[in-house]
C-alpha cells in the first residue's frame, strides 16, 4: 500500500514536471470527443463511479492505452493553456 502512494506520487510529480517542460498534456480522441473512464476512488451519491478522462504528459504513454476498447482513439496533444482554460 505504501509502494503504491509512492509510485503514484512520483507518477503525480513527473507528470507535473514534463508538462511544465513541454506545455503539452496528451489525451486520446476520436471524432466524438476523449476516451474516458470510471474512477476508483469517487462516486456520484448513487454509488456510480465519476467518470473521467484521462491524460498523459507523453505521447508514447497514451499510445500505449490505444487497444481493447480504446482501440478506436489516437493520441492527440493539448496545448497547456488550452487545457487549464477547458
Known amino acids: 500500500m505504501l509502494q503504491d502512494q509512492i509510485t503514484l506520487k512520483n507518477r503525480y510529480k513527473d507528470f507535473i514536471k514534463k508538462v511544465i517542460e513541454t506545455e503539452i498534456v496528451y489525451g486520446l480522441k476520436d ?3 476523449y476516451a474516458t473512464s470510471y474512477s476508483n476512488d469517487l462516486e456520484y ?7 473521467i478522462i484521462c491524460f498523459w504528459s507523453y505521447v508514447a504513454r497514451a499510445k500505449s492505452c490505444v487497444d481493447k476498447e480504446w482501440n478506436r482513439y489516437e493520441a ?3 496545448p497547456l493553456n488550452e487545457f487549464l482554460e477547458n
Open 31 to 33: 471524432d466524438k470527443g
Open 45 to 51: 451519491d448513487d454509488g456510480e463511479p465519476v467518470q
Open 76 to 78: 492527440s496533444s493539448i
